[in-house]
C-alpha cells in the first residue's frame, strides 16, 4: 500500500510563499498515491527553473539535468528500463523555448511518457524575463515596450504534432490536476498536461485571480468529444475570457517502445552480453 | 612485395565496386590490404579516388606512389598522373574519355566497347577494368570471378554471369595487347580466407556492441555516420536501440538517461555535432553518469572539409564543457586497437561514472585495413560498482553521491533496488539534492576530480616501436599509427636512426610512461594532421621535454610515410 508518506522527501522546499508549484507538487503527490505508484519504479526528469525543483520534495527516482533536455533524457531512461514509470517536468521556457525542438519530436516518436509543464508565462528563476507563452504586450525587464511576438500555443502545437494525449489544468483546481496526471500516465503513448501556474513574484497580470476568473472545465456543461482532432484544434484556441481545461484530444496510435523488436521480451538493462556472441560478424569481413 | 593501384572518377560510376573486389581478391589470399578512401562532398559527379595497396607485410597507410592508375574519366588523367610510378601503368578507355597518348606506360584498353560486347551492357566496365588490373598484377582471374558470383548473387544469374564474362575479356585484353608483361610481380594465390578487411567505423562499432552496448543515438554527420549505420544493421540480431535523435543534443542527453538507467549507451558525432554536446557532457560529469562519446574529426572550423581528413579536435576534446571534471579521451590507430579501446572506453566510463571520448577522424574511419584476428571473445565487461537490493537492507539510506577513497559512489539503478536515486545537475549533496554549500561544493569538486588519478592509471604507455632508442622520436597519436610507423622503418633502412611513439590513450597524461631522461638527447619530431601541432603541445608541457620539430598537414589529406620521410630530409 503506497502512502503519501512513502513520497515525502526530506528536502527543503525553495519556491516562493504563495507560488502556484505548492499546489502542483500536492497535486502530483496525490495522483501518485492514487494509482498506488512505487516511488522506487518512478523517474522524474526535470530541467531548469522553479518547476523542475518538484521531483526533490518527492521521495523517487529524480533525475534533474538541462534547461529544456528534459525529454531527450526521459527518452533515454524509458528505452533503457520501460518498465519504469517515466515524466517529465520543467516550465515554459524550459519546454517551449529551450526544448522546443525535442518537444514536437517526443510526440512524434509518442515515446511513453507524461510530460508536465508549469507554464506561468514567465520566467520565474531568472528573476522575471518573459517566456514563449507571455502574452503579447507583456512588460519585463527585457521586454520593456512589451512583448512583441504572440504567445505561442502549446495545445495547438501539441494537437498539430500528432501528440496522443493533450491536456491543460490549473494549479488552483488541485483535484482535477491530479485526475489528468492520474490519466496522463494510464494513456499509453505521450500525454502532454499543461498546467496554467499563477507566479506570485513576477507575472501580475495572470494572478491567481485572473486564472480563476475564467477558467471553465471543457466537459461541464455539454459533452465534449476529445477524439475529434477538428474540434480539438478549435477548443484549443479559445483563450482570454474563457480558458477551458481538461482533455483537449486523445487518441491511441503505437508507442515507440511497442514498435522496437529488441526489448519485445524484456528491458534493455536486464539483458546480458556476451562478447563472444560477435564472432559470427566477422565472416562477413573475410 | 607492395603494390598501389588508385581507381579514379566521378562519384557514381562504380569506384568502389572496383577497389572492393580487387581488395577482397587478395585479403582471401593472405595479402595484406589497406584503401584510402578519397572523395568529395557530393553523390554525383567531382573527383573521386580509392586507392587500394596490396602487400605480403602488414600496411596500414596510404602509399605516397601507385603502379597501376585506372582512369575512369578524363579528370583522372590530369589530377592524378604524377602519383604513377616511374614504371607504373596507366589504364583509361581512350575512346570513350577521347584521350591518345605516345606515352608507352599509358595503355588504352576499350572498357566500354568491351563491356557491350561481353557483359551486354556498358554498365559492366568496371569489371573489365577490375579484370585488366588482374591481368597486369599476373595475378588469377578464378578468384576474381568468385567475388564477383559472391557480389551479384542477388541480382541473379544473368548479371553474374555478365560480370563475370566482363571480367575475362578485360583480363584476356591485356594479355594479349600489352607488351612486356607481367609487369609487377605479385606471388601466386594462396587460398586461406583467415584475414579480414574492415573499416575503422566498422572496427569501433564492432568493438563497442561487443562490449555490451544497448542503447546507440546519434544524428548523421560525415564521417561518424558509418558506425551508426552498422549497429542500425546488426540492431535487431543483437537486441541493441538505435534512435536517430532530431539532434545532436537530444542524442547526447538520450545516452545520459540510458546509461543513467543502466543500459550501456554510446554516440558519435564528428567535430561540429560535438560543439553541440558539450553542456551536456558536462552534465554528464556534474551527475557523475558515464556516457561514451566517439568524435571522428573532420577539418574545420565549421562546416570545414566535410568528407577529408584533420586531427585538430583534440584540444577541443581535451577542454570541452564548463567547469571541471574528469574524463579520459582515447584515439585508436587500428582497428584491434578500436575494439579494444571501445572496450576499455566502457569500462571506464561504468566504473569512474564519467565521460569516455574515443577520437577517430575520416581516414581512420573511412579506410579499410586488413588485420588478422579481432579477439572480441577476449572482451571483459567491467560495470563498476552497482549496489543491488541484497546490498540495501535499508533502501532509504541510500546516498548517490556518498564520498569514497576513490572518489566513485557506487550506483543504484532506478527500478532495480527498492532505494531512490536523485542526480542532479546543480552541485548536489551526497543525497544528490540541491545545496549553496560552501564546503560540501569543495567536497564534492574534489570528490569528481580524485576519479581523474584512478583513471590517469587506467591509461596504458604509448606504443615504442622500435624498442632501441634512437637519434630521431617520431611522435604521434591516432590515425597516424601506420604512416609513421612506415616512415620510421624507411628511415632506419636508411642508416637514420628513428623510433616511433605512439599515443592511443591521450588523456589523463602519465608522464612515467616515457624515458624522459633518454628522450631528452633525441630529436623530437611530431608528426600531426592539424596546423598547430595540438598533441606535441601538450605532450611537451607534460613531460618538460622541447618539441625539436613539428611535421604538419592540413590539407585534409592523410600522411604518406614517404612524406613524412621526405619531409624529415627537407626540412630538418
Known amino acids: 500500500m503506497v502512502t503519501s508518506e512513502d513520497y515525502t522527501s526530506e528536502d527543503p522546499i525553495a519556491w516562493c510563499p504563495g507560488c502556484g508549484n505548492f499546489s502542483i507538487l500536492k497535486a502530483l503527490k496525490k495522483a501518485l498515491v492514487d494509482i498506488q505508484q512505487q516511488p522506487h519504479e518512478l523517474v522524474i526528469v526535470s530541467g531548469i527553473g522553479q518547476a523542475p525543483k518538484t521531483p526533490h520534495y518527492l521521495r523517487c527516482n529524480c533525475f534533474n539535468g538541462l534547461h529544456g533536455r528534459t525529454l531527450p533524457v526521459a527518452t533515454g531512461i524509458k528505452l533503457a528500463n520501460h518498465h519504469l514509470t517515466v515524466m517529465a517536468l520543467g516550465g515554459d521556457g524550459d519546454g517551449y523555448g529551450e526544448g522546443g525542438n525535442h518537444f514536437i519530436h517526443a510526440m512524434r516518436r509518442n515515446i511513453n511518457l507524461t510530460y508536465l509543464v508549469h507554464n506561468n508565462q514567465v520566467y520565474g528563476l531568472t528573476k522575471g524575463q518573459a517566456s514563449p507563452t507571455s502574452e503579447y504586450g507583456f512588460v519585463t525587464k527585457t521586454t520593456p515596450r512589451g512583448a512583441i511576438s504572440p504567445a505561442c500555443n502549446p495545445l495547438l502545437l501539441a494537437i498539430a504534432s500528432d501528440c496522443s494525449f493533450v491536456a491543460r489544468g490549473f494549479a488552483g483546481e488541485i483535484d482535477h490536476l491530479a485526475n489528468l496526471i492520474k490519466e496522463g500516465i494510464g494513456h499509453k503513448g505521450f500525454a502532454l498536461i499543461d498546467i496554467l501556474q499563477p507566479c506570485v513574484s513576477f507575472n501580475r497580470v495572470n494572478t491567481f485571480k485572473w486564472y480563476s476568473d475564467r477558467i471553465y472545465k471543457i466537459d461541464a456543461d455539454c459533452p465534449y468529444d476529445a477524439e475529434d482532432r477538428l474540434n480539438a484544434f478549435k477548443k484549443a484556441q479559445e483563450w482570454g475570457d474563457k480558458i477551458p481545461i481538461g482533455v483537449f484530444y486523445r487518441y491511441q496510435r503505437p508507442t515507440l517502445e511497442e514498435q522496437i523488436p529488441a526489448i519485445a521480451d524484456q528491458p534493455l538493462v536486464a539483458q546480458r552480453t556476451h562478447p563472444q556472441r560477435f564472432l559470427e560478424l566477422l565472416e562477413a569481413f573475410r | 612485395m607492395d603494390i598501389s593501384i588508385r581507381i579514379g572518377g566521378e562519384a557514381g560510376q562504380g569506384i568502389q565496386s572496383i577497389s572492393s573486389i580487387i581488395a577482397k581478391t587478395f585479403v ?47 579528370e583522372t588523367l590530369s589530377q592524378d598522373v604524377d602519383c604513377l610510378e ?9 575512346e570513350e574519355i577521347g584521350f591518345k597518348s605516345e606515352n608507352p606506360n599509358h595503355f588504352s584498353i576499350p572498357f566500354a566497347r568491351i563491356a557491350a560486347e561481353a557483359g551486354k551492357s556498358k554498365i559492366m566496365i568496371n569489371s573489365v577494368a577490375t579484370g585488366a588490373a588482374v591481368a597486369l598484377m599476373d595475378f588469377d582471374l578464378q578468384p576474381v570471378l568468385d567475388g564477383l558470383q559472391e557480389q551479384f548473387q542477388q541480382k541473379g544469374p544473368e548479371t553474374v554471369k555478365n560480370n563475370q564474362k ?12 600489352l607488351k612486356d608483361k607481367p609487369r609487377f610481380k605479385v606471388p601466386p594465390a594462396k587460398s586461406a580466407r583467415q584475414k579480414m578487411l574492415l573499416t575503422g567505423s566498422q572496427a569501433m562499432a564492432l568493438g563497442a556492441m561487443a562490449s555490451g552496448l544497448k542503447f546507440y543515438s546519434g544524428y548523421p554527420m560525415s564521417p561518424a555516420t558509418a558506425i551508426m549505420e552498422f549497429v542500425s544493421t546488426h540492431a535487431d ?35 561540429g555535432g560535438f560543439c553541440l554536446m558539450v553542456e551536456a557532457l558536462s552534465l554528464a560529469g556534474m551527475t557523475e553518469t558515464p556516457a561514451v562519446i566517439i568524435v571522428a574529426q573532420r577539418p574545420g572550423p565549421s562546416t570545414g572539409l566535410p568528407t577529408r581528413t584533420e586531427q585538430a579536435d583534440l584540444n577541443f576534446v581535451m577542454h570541452a564543457g564548463h567547469g571541471d571534471f574528469p574524463r579520459a579521451i582515447l584515439a585508436p590507430g587500428r582497428p584491434e586497437q578500436a575494439v579494444h579501446l571501445l572496450a576499455k572506453a566502457f569500462n571506464l566510463a561504468d566504473k569512474y561514472q564519467t565521460p569516455v571520448i574515443v577520437l ?35 533502501p ?47 567536497q564534492m569538486v574534489r570528490k569528481r576530480m580524485q576519479k581523474l588519478e584512478g583513471l590517469r592509471r587506467e591509461i596504458d604507455p604509448p606504443e615504442i616501436y622500435p624498442f632501441d632508442p634512437a637519434g630521431l622520436v617520431l611522435l604521434g597519436w591516432g590515425s597516424t599509427y601506420g604512416a609513421i610507423k612506415e616512415a620510421v622503418d624507411m628511415l632506419n633502412q636508411n642508416k637514420m636512426a628513428a623510433q616511433m611513439i605512439h599515443y592511443s590513450e591521450l588523456f589523463p597524461f602519465n608522464p612515467r610512461h616515457v624515458a624522459i631522461a633518454a628522450l631528452a638527447k633525441s630529436k623530437i619530431i611530431a608528426v600531426e594532421n592539424n596546423f598547430s601541432g595540438q598533441f ?21 589529406r592523410p600522411f604518406t610515410s614517404r612524406e613524412i620521410v621526405d619531409r624529415i630530409k627537407n626540412e630538418i
Not at chain 2, 86 to 94: K, N, Q, R
Not at chain 2, 401 to 426: E, F, K, N, W
Not at chain 2, 536 to 556: E, M, R, V, W
Open chain 2, 360 to 394: 577517430g577522424d575520416q581516414h581512420f574511419n573511412d579506410a579499410y585495413f586488413t588485420v588478422d584476428e579481432l579477439a572480441l571473445e577476449s572482451i571483459r565487461i567491467d560495470r563498476g560498482h552497482i549496489l543491488t537490493a541484497p546490498d540495501l537492507p535499508s
Open chain 2, 237 to 271: 540480431q543483437y537486441n541493441i536501440i538505435v534512435e536517430q535523435a532530431e539532434d545532436e543534443i537530444a542524442a547526447i542527453n538520450m545516452v545520459i538517461g540510458a546509461n543513467f538507467a543502466g543500459a550501456r549507451a554510446m554516440t558519435a558525432t564528428s567535430g
Open chain 2, 396 to 442: 532509504r539510506e541510500y546516498k548517490r553521491y556518498a564520498a569514497g577513497d576513490s572518489g566513485i559512489s557506487p550506483r543504484i539503478l532506478p527500478g532495480q533496488t527498492r532505494a531512490v536515486v536523485y542526480a542532479d545537475s546543480d552541485e548536489h549533496t551526497v543525497e544528490g539534492h540541491i545545496t549553496e554549500s560552501a564546503d560540501v561544493r569543495s
Open chain 2, 86 to 94: 616511374e614504371t607504373g601503368i596507366m589504364i583509361f578507355d581512350g
Open chain 2, 166 to 177: 566482363s571480367a575475362t575479356a578485360g583480363f584476356e585484353y591485356v594479355q594479349q595487347h
Open chain 2, 536 to 556: 606535441a603541445d601538450f605532450f611537451s608541457h607534460a613531460t618538460g621535454l622541447t618539441i625539436d620539430q613539428k611535421i604538419l598537414k592540413y590539407d585534409g
Open chain 2, 28 to 74: 582471401r589470399h593472405d595479402f595484406y590490404v589497406f584503401i584510402n578512401q578519397d572523395f568529395a562532398s557530393r553523390i554525383r559527379g567531382g573527383h573521386n579516388f580509392d586507392q587500394v595497396r596490396i602487400s605480403t607485410a602488414p600496411v596500414h597507410a596510404v602509399a605516397g606512389k601507385v603502379h597501376i592508375l585506372i582512369a575512369l574519366d578524363k
